[in-house]
């Protein structure tokens, strides 16, 4: 179908406001990215994966301004033994960051090595991205691969005994950031990320990870609590044989988020897990969308995804499973559950199964309640005031998601972190 | 202690009246009963007590060593001294039993204008208690009251209250869903509380808890009334001869 001359004009305009790399080993890949971006449209209101998000401000040729948020709090992660990398409005600050070595993995910033005539990363960088669009067009990440000005490369080899901790920090009101960043993790190989921070006014990320037979790849990220930041994030991995990749996000605040993951299990006995906790309150939108496709046998995989919505708040949920004809054994769990505190938020869910296998379990629920009643008086007769009876329930019901964290000690900021942000969220 | 005078409700959503005129005095340190038909009021008198919602106080009044509690929150009637022991406690998921018992602990103390206790102290203090209800660690671990049977759960009801030690409390049929043991375990644990600053009420159908829980009076309720009190004799009247006598003589 021809795109309406209103996406095309808005959609060139745009990528008329960007240079394009011409030069080195990505150039090719991103003149492909533009061209399925020219091929799709940026997205609009008629989509159907759009129709409970405006995109409009994700896409504007000028973002709009984000009051800056001075953190009152210890910075996530600080006390995690790391590999810290720092990235303000997009921008890499080489004097706050770590040296970029580390046992294990090499590291590049895919400005440094863009120019360069062959790199490793040419064979991921956009093309997890690019099969990650069918079904679902994603214009969006395509923009992101076509113009990304940096971003970190990771080629893992071994077990490395840290996290990298890539942390961004957002101080101009009007930054508009494209990062890119590749990760593979080669044969057996394991690696977590951590990621943390409000990145720019407006945020427009791709992370594609391509994980080998046997490796493992833990990621666990926090957004929040700038409160006006726009952001669009993209996670596209690959799952070799026996692989096991596991995302967790924790989000507070922000006027629009879009988070999307798209997991493709290609080897067979692979694990993927995603998961999210989400605090909105007032004038907050937050919008997780998972699509996991079975393509191997005896495959598990697991999206647990849990938001508290107050004054008027809204959390959309869109998640997918599909199971290929072949994927026999597939286990395949989904829960999207909300908890709204008052009567004027609201929670959007469409859960999809599709299924072209006939020895498969999968199964999907989505639920949207009020704080349990009884167990708010059970609370409150034994004392516990109604705010922190209800900051208590809340806080369980967000940490079944934050189970699905398997390091302990991160669990335990996450939890921390979960806490003293319902604490401040108190109304 | 406690002092119910007339008391009348009257349910929030319906025009039904549950308490037409309830009155009670207990003493400090006394042990009150009550007994009575299913229907009677019995369990109704305990909500309205704790200030559960969905109840409309009509008239009458209720006051706690003096203090006018029906216009106070659930959480400043248990700060000032109430303590209900539910029929059905309630299972939440998530919510770790120690955690729950040391926010408890730690809100009414706060709400009393009263220290925190500290962790390694509250830790202490309810492993010994926990000990003497048979209640063992992987318990005080689990989510409140999830996937306890119903024995444990009112092991945990007990345990709550020895660790608030409130001055009333009111135990809503503690004994239904118990087997003998338990029975026996729940009432020990009960006994153990009886002090004469501390006073109970009892809701029950029947008289086998009090043979392990003696109370000094016990009332029939009726149709939203005490219709008769009297000493532990009149609980063994009820469980030889049924209500069907005392019923007669008010109809």
Redesign the interface.
Same mark, same amino acid.
């Given at each position: 179908m021809a795109l309406a001359q209103q996406i095309i004009d808005v959609t060139e305009a745009r990528i008329s406001a960007f240079p394009l790399q011409v030069s080195g080993w990505s150039a090719t890949n991103r003149e492909s990215a533009l061209s399925r971006l020219r091929d799709m449209g940026l997205p609009g209101r008629r989509d159907e994966y759009w129709k409970f998000t405006r995109p409009d401000s994700l896409c504007d040729i000028v973002p709009q301004t984000a009051a800056l948020f001075t953190p009152d709090e210890a910075p996530v992660f600080a006390s995690v033994d790391r590999l810290h990398l720092v990235f303000v409005d997009g921008v890499f600050d080489e004097v706050a960051s770590d040296d970029l070595s580390l046992e294990g993995l090499t590291i590049e910033r895919l400005a440094d090595v863009a120019g360069k005539d062959i790199h490793w990363a040419k064979d991921v960088y956009g093309s997890l991205e690019a099969a990650g669009q069918e079904p679902v067009k994603r214009p969006l990440a395509a923009l992101n691969t076509a113009f990304a000005t940096d971003g970190v490369l990771i080629r893992v080899t071994g077990k490395v005994s840290k996290p990298v901790n890539i942390t961004y920090l957002h101080r101009s009101e009007i930054s508009d950031a494209y990062l890119h960043h590749v990760i593979r993790l080669e044969e057996g190989s394991e690696v977590t990320l951590l990621e943390n921070g409000p990145a720019a006014a407006r945020f427009n990320k791709v992370l594609e990870v391509d994980v080998a037979d046997d490796a493992v790849f833990h990621h666990v990220r926090t957004q929040g609590r700038d409160h006006e930041r726009r952001a669009a994030t993209h996670i596209f991995g690959k799952l070799g044989a026996r692989s096991v990749f596991k995302s967790f996000t924790l989000t507070a605040n922000g006027v629009l988020t879009r988070n999307e993951c798209v997991l493709t299990l290609t080897g067979d006995d692979a694990i993927a897990h995603v998961a999210g906790a989400c605090v909105g309150d007032g004038d907050f939108h937050h919008d997780d969308t998972v699509f996991i496709t079975h393509d191997a046998e005896r495959c598990e995989s697991r999206q647990v995804f849990k938001k508290v919505l107050r004054n008027g708040a809204t959390g959309v949920f869109q998640g997918k499973i599909l199971v290929k004809p072949g994927a026999q054994k597939t286990d395949g769990y989904q829960i999207s559950q909300s908890l709204l505190l008052d009567d004027d938020s609201q929670f959007l869910a469409k859960p999809e199964l599709e299924i072209y296998a006939d020895d498969v379990a999968c199964s999907h629920g989505s639920t949207t309640g009020a704080i349990d009643e009884e167990s708010l008086f059970y609370l409150r007769s034994r004392g516990v005031p109604e705010a922190p009876a209800t900051n208590l329930l809340v806080l369980a019901f967000l940490a079944e998601a934050v189970e699905e964290i398997e390091n302990p000690e991160i669990a335990d900021e996450i939890l921390g972190r979960l806490e003293d942000w319902l604490e401040r969220h108190k109304s | 202690m406690l002092e119910i005078k007339n008391l009348q409700v009257k349910l929030e959503d319906e025009d039904k009246q549950i308490l037409k005129g309830v009155d009670l005095t207990i003493e400090p340190g006394s042990v009150h009963a009550i007994m009575g038909p299913n229907g009677s009021g019995k369990s109704t008198l305990s909500y309205v007590l704790?200030? #559960?919602?969905g109840y409309e106080v009509i008239g009458g009044s209720v006051s706690l060593n003096g203090e006018d509690i029906l216009e106070m929150? +659930?959480?400043d #009637? &248990? &700060?000032a001294g109430m303590? %209900?022991a539910?029929q059905y406690?309630?299972e939440?998921?998530?919510?770790g039993n120690m955690?729950?018992l040391r926010?408890?602990?730690n &809100?009414?103390r706060k &709400?009393r204008g009263e220290e925190e206790m500290s962790a390694a102290d509250f830790l202490k203090l309810v492993r010994a208690k926990a000990k003497t209800l048979k209640i063992d660690a992987e318990m005080l671990k689990r +989510?409140v009251n999830v996937g306890f049977s119903g024995g444990e759960k009112k092991r945990n009801e007990i345990l709550?209250m020895a660790m %608030?030690e409130p001055k009333m409390c009111i135990l809503d049929e503690t004994d239904s869903g118990l087997d003998v043991d338990a029975m026996k375990l729940v009432s020990d644990g009960v006994n153990a509380l009886r002090d004469e600053g501390r006073s109970f009420l009892v809701i029950t159908h029947y008289q086998r808890l009090l043979d392990h829980i003696k109370p000094d009076i016990v009332h029939i309720m009726y149709n939203g009334r005490i219709i008769k009190s009297g000493g532990p004799e009149l609980a063994l009247e009820v469980e030889h001869n049924g209500y069907a006598d005392l019923l007669a003589e008010v109809d």
């Open positions: - | 704790s200030g #559960r919602d929150e +659930p959480e #009637r &248990a &700060a303590f %209900l539910f406690p309630v939440i998921p998530g919510v955690t729950f926010t408890a602990v &809100a009414q &709400a +989510p709550q %608030l």
